[in-house]
């Protein structure tokens, strides 16, 4: 457009350098007015233009505000679930853990029973161990005295003999 302004501004200095006719200045004042009012008609286009970008605008952060706040309540919920799980699974590992003490200290009584039975056996073992050490010492004892009684009967029968054989 401006291309056209100075071609047209050329032409009226040209014509004006020339004696212009009455026709001629109506021409241009026409030509003028035509300028004019396409230069009115570009101006409220882009107005209209600047009036669409901001409705356009306005909604687009209308839709963003819209969508930004859809999010958040998402995140919100995402998180209020999230917190849920977390204390469902807190709570899960503290029953877990009440559980596993609970077997341990089981198994720890049950270990010290067995440790006492064990050590009952123990004690009953050693002292049935020296009652028969006891009495196989008693045989033994019984054992060797009839060793020595059988002994001296066969020394008394052969001492015997041996006293009648010399008479």
């Known amino acids: ?22 026709k001629d200045i109506v021409q241009l004042l026409l030509h003028n007015a035509q300028h004019m009012v396409t230069r009115e008609e570009l101006k409220s286009d882009i107005n209209e233009v600047k ?10 952060k209308q839709e963003i505000s ?33 559980k596993i003490e609970k077997v341990e200290s089981n198994l720890k009584q049950e270990i010290s ?10 004690s ?17 004892a019984k054992f060797d005295k009839i060793q020595w009684l059988i002994i001296a009967t066969i020394m008394t029968i052969l001492l015997k003999d041996y006293v009648l054989s010399l008479l």
């Open 1 to 22: 457009m401006d291309e056209q302004e100075t071609k047209v501004e050329d032409d009226n200095q040209k014509k004006s350098s020339e004696h212009l006719t009455q």
């Open 51 to 60: 009036d669409d970008i901001v409705k356009v605008e306005s909604s687009l």
């Open 66 to 98: 819209k969508v930004e706040s859809s999010l958040k309540q998402e995140i919100s919920k995402l998180d209020g679930k999230i917190e849920n799980v977390e204390s469902s699974l807190k709570q899960e590992i503290s029953k877990l853990d009440g």
């Open 113 to 122: 029973k067995l440790d006492g039975k064990i050590e009952n056996v123990e």
């Open 124 to 140: 009953n073992l050693k002292q049935e161990i020296s009652k028969l050490d006891g009495e196989i010492a008693k045989v033994n």
